[in-house]
């Protein structure tokens, strides 16, 4: 059995990373399940159901092969007119970064339209995007938040230069994590 985080390559042939990218999705738009990889069977598990009347605003999953600052692997909010299932692997282009104080840890979240979208894939930068897309998705993470009895702080969008750098970063660490079994959960 193929492992979602350790066995599917990020990059997409014909295009550079860490601009274009594959993506794993996790919870599909519209979803109030909390899913979320578990690291040593590779299968998803239900974390927990959202305890407030709010669902996810876009396709949220994570990018294989990088390890984040909170020792997961990179988080990607997906934006395409469709819902996209659970464990699908998809293309998916940066257009920004939104970053999360949470429980006083940085906790990025890279903003990306999918490829493959006739409508979405028009979309270069965040500033493209409505403005109200990313109000919904900031009030999104606070009141899920709140509910949960957790405190959040969600910085402003960034322009898809700063998620490059981030993207970059977590695939290094990763690497580095690889070779030295650093990582917690990384099977090798």
């Not at 601009?19 to 919870?27: D, M, N, R």
């Not at 959202?50 to 984040?68: C, D, E």
């Not at 020792?71 to 659970?86: A, G, K, M, Q």
Request: contains cysteine; glycine residues 8%.
């Amino acid at each position: 059995m193929i492992h979602p985080w350790h066995d599917v390559t990020p990059a997409v042939e014909g295009h550079d990373l860490p601009g274009v990218f594959k993506a794993i999705i996790e919870i599909p738009r519209g979803c109030s399940n909390k899913y979320e990889l578990d690291k040593g069977s590779g299968m998803l598990k239900l974390d927990r159901v959202l305890s407030s009347a709010v669902h996810y605003p876009a396709n949220y999953g994570f990018i294989p092969q990088t390890l984040a600052e909170d020792n997961d692997p990179l988080d990607v909010l997906v934006y395409c007119t469709e819902d996209i299932p659970p464990m699908t692997i998809c293309e998916a282009r940066a257009v920004g970064l939104m970053t999360m104080i949470d429980g006083g840890d940085p906790d990025h979240k890279i903003i990306a339209v999918l490829c493959q979208d006739p409508i979405y894939s028009e979309f270069h930068l965040a500033s493209n995007f409505p403005k109200h897309i990313f109000k919904m998705l900031k009030r999104f993470f606070e009141d899920y938040k709140q509910l949960e009895g957790k405190g959040v702080e969600v910085d402003e969008v960034m322009p898809a230069e700063t998620a490059h750098a981030v993207i970059e970063n977590s695939l290094e660490a990763y690497a580095k994590a690889r070779r030295t079994g650093g990582a917690r959960g990384l099977v090798l």
